[in-house]
Structures are given as structure tokens and as C-alpha cells.
């Protein structure tokens, strides 16, 4: 099993431009999340998925959208990427109804 | 709102010399509190999960503990292999989503 894979590792955007970043997981998972990672900040919540077919939003919406192409696939897309974005951003997978996560690798961003 | 606290942000310790890593938290009725792992470039690795007070939980040189305001990740006789960044996070019952409330980490380097 691979887990919860992500796509791209690392990528780096021009202020204005968009991008997707992709994620699947193979643990057969209802819920999915996508957070991002910054210094001092801690990993904070962007969107969550609980089970196919619905999302919601985390602290910090903002900024971003996320579609669950079905029960594997949980998409994080930037619209109009700020610098402020800059991140390391990090896919995970649960159980339903359980606390723990599984993360996968992340994909660092940089937006100049 | 929920909150967690981490202490010390880092710690350097000789292979060999036992230390604790703590973790402060405020939560309207705790649900589950879990430690994580993570290793520079890649994803915070799942630990333990403690439910209540007086529980306790071990997996090779680390022992997790939790009272009703912190827990404690007790490392003894560390090796240079332990050096990571340790995350604590929190769930609360009445929160929607299964939503983590995660610390900012303590860094952790063992020296050989």
C-alpha cells in the first residue's frame, strides 16, 4: 500500500496564477483533510472531506477551494495564489470517526 | 476554543540522557489526544492516541502519559535515530468534522 500520495512535491507560482495539488489515498478512507504547515503556526485545517460527496471548510478557508473526485481523491486547488500561501501543505486520510490521521509526503510551495 | 501548547520548542540531549517533551492543553471535553512524528521533508507519522487521564502508552523507548490539563512524552535513553520534530494534537467531542487542534512542536535533537 502506498498510503496517501501527493502530487506535486514542489512547485513554485507567480502571484496571480493557479494551480491544483493532487492527492490520493489506497486505505479505502471516508474522510480526507488538507492542511498546511507553517513556522510557529502549527498545522492548521483547510478543508476537510468527511465522506465522498461532501466538504467543509477548516480554520482557514480562505483563499481556496477542494473537490472529492470520489472516495481516493481529494483535490486542494488555488485560484489566484498570494504569497501569503507560501506553505508546506499536507493531504491526510482517516477512519471515519477516529482522530488519528495518515499524512502524506506534502508539497512545498513557493509564490513570489 | 480549543488550545495546545508545546515545551520546549527544542531540545538537544546526549544519546543515552532520558528527558520529557510536554504538552499543555485547553479543550472543552477531550475526546482524544494523539502524538505524532515528524521527520524533516516528510509528513507527521502517528504515535499514540490517549483517551483519559492516568492512561499510559509505550512503543520502544518512547512512553506517552496524560493528566486532565497535559501529557508527557517521556524518551528514555534516546538514540541519535529519535531526532524528529514531535507534534501533539487534540479532539474534542463537541467539535464538527473530527477537527485537530494541533501544538506547534517540539524539535528534538540527540547528539551521539
Known amino acids: 500500500n502506498a498510503g496517501v500520495t501527493q502530487t506535486p512535491k514542489f512547485q513554485v507560482l507567480k502571484t496571480g496564477q493557479s494551480m491544483t495539488l493532487q492527492c490520493a489515498q489506497d486505505?479505502?478512507?471516508?474522510?480526507m483533510y488538507w492542511y498546511r504547515q507553517d513556522p510557529g503556526m502549527g498545522l492548521r485545517l483547510i478543508y476537510y472531506s468527511a465522506s465522498e460527496g461532501t466538504t467543509d471548510k477548516g480554520e482557514v478557508p480562505n483563499g481556496y477551494n477542494v473537490s472529492r473526485l470520489n472516495k481516493r481523491e481529494f483535490s486542494l486547488r488555488l485560484e489566484s495564489a498570494a504569497p501569503s500561501q507560501t506553505s508546506v501543505y499536507f493531504c491526510a486520510s482517516s477512519e471515519a470517526g477516529l482522530g488519528y490521521r495518515y499524512f502524506g509526503p506534502g508539497t512545498r510551495l513557493l509564490v513570489l | 476554543e480549543d488550545q495546545v501548547t508545546q515545551s520546549p520548542e527544542a531540545l538537544r540531549l546526549q544519546e543515552g540522557e532520558s528527558s520529557s517533551l510536554n504538552c499543555s492543553y485547553t479543550v472543552s471535553g477531550l475526546r482524544g489526544l494523539f502524538w505524532y512524528r515528524q521527520d524533516p521533508g516528510k509528513g507527521p507519522e502517528f504515535l499514540f492516541t490517549?483517551?483519559?487521564a492516568g492512561e499510559e502508552k509505550e512503543k520502544e523507548r518512547l512512553k506517552a502519559t496524560l493528566t486532565k490539563k497535559e501529557s508527557f512524552l517521556h524518551i528514555t535513553a534516546p538514540k541519535p535515530e529519535d531526532s524528529a520534530t514531535y507534534l501533539c494534537a487534540v479532539q474534542a467531542w463537541n467539535n464538527a468534522g473530527n477537527m485537530l487542534t494541533f501544538g506547534g512542536g517540539t524539535r528534538l535533537m540527540v547528539k551521539p
Open positions: 490517549l483517551y483519559s
Open positions: 486505505m479505502n478512507h471516508n474522510s
